[in-house]
T-cell receptor, first 116, second 109 residues
Framework: DTGVSQDPRHKITKRGQNVTFRCDPI?????LYWYRQTLGQGPEFLTY????????KSRLLSDRFSAERPKGSFSTLEIQRTEQGDSAMYLC??????????????FGPGTRLTVL | QKEVEQNSGPLSVPEGAIASLNCTYS??????FFWYRQYSGKSPELIMF????GDKEDGRFTAQLNKASQYVSLLIRDSQPSDSATYLC?????????FGTGTRLKVLA
């Protein structure tokens, strides 16, 4: 296992379409995070899973966004009825629940979404 | 007040010099502090983390933490043109990581 992977790496869609992104975390990591990043900004927290439980979802996230991590392994992020303002890099990251110093968070390569 | 603040830069330093990047945070309950490097169009890459007050060195990088002043810094010694990137400061509370907007560093050859 070489790290966090995300698929697809790029997605171009038309406004109003639904899109789904996948994230495979580092295999022993039980925490998984989704972030959104736009140009000139840092990653913005979207949601967080510990194992299969979604423990927090950003209040900034509309009901069009949903995420799942059904078996505590990979996760999907779905955006329904996409809008141009959804265009961004969507980043997935994983970490171990803190145990000593083992809570470093590692990012995948990201999925760049362009909504036309 | 933003939760994690960084000067957006750009910070320009000559090759071989020390680059000093700074970050302040607002939540006194923050437990862990991270520095990520991000090249244009790429995802953030973890380069340093620190949990205790003081300095932590790793190669050319030194992270400094002062919890009383709510201040974290990153020093890059012998800066190289390949260090040119955006450096993101991240702060973790119980489980959530909050990122600053990043400081863009330019190392001039």
């Amino acid at each position: 296992d070489t790290g966090v992977s995300q698929d697809p790496r790029h997605k171009i869609t038309k406004r109003g379409q639904n899109v789904t992104f996948r994230c495979d975390p580092i295999s022993e990591h039980n925490r998984l995070y989704w972030y959104r990043q736009t140009l000139g900004q840092g990653p913005e927290f979207l949601t967080y899973f510990q194992n299969e439980a979604q423990l927090e979802k950003s209040r900034l996230l509309s009901d069009r966004f949903s995420a799942e991590r059904p078996k505590g392994s990979f996760s999907t992020l779905e955006i329904q009825r996409t809008e141009q303002g959804d265009s961004a890099m969507y980043l997935c990251a994983s970490s171990l629940a803190p145990s000593g110093s083992n809570n470093e968070q590692f990012f995948g390569p990201g999925t760049r979404l362009t909504v036309l | 007040q933003k939760e994690v603040e960084q000067n957006s830069g750009p910070l320009s330093v000559p090759e071989g010099a020390i680059a000093s990047l700074n970050c302040t945070y607002s939540d006194r309950g923050s437990q862990s502090f991270f520095w990520y490097r991000q090249y244009s169009g790429k995802s953030p890459e973890l380069i340093m983390f620190i949990y205790s007050n003081g300095d932590k060195e790793d190669g050319r990088f030194t992270a400094q933490l002062n919890k009383a002043s709510q201040y974290v810094s990153l020093l890059i010694r012998d800066s190289q043109p390949s260090d040119s990137a955006t450096y993101l400061c991240a702060v973790r509370g119980t489980y959530k990581y909050i990122f600053g907007t990043g400081t863009r560093l330019k190392v001039l050859a």
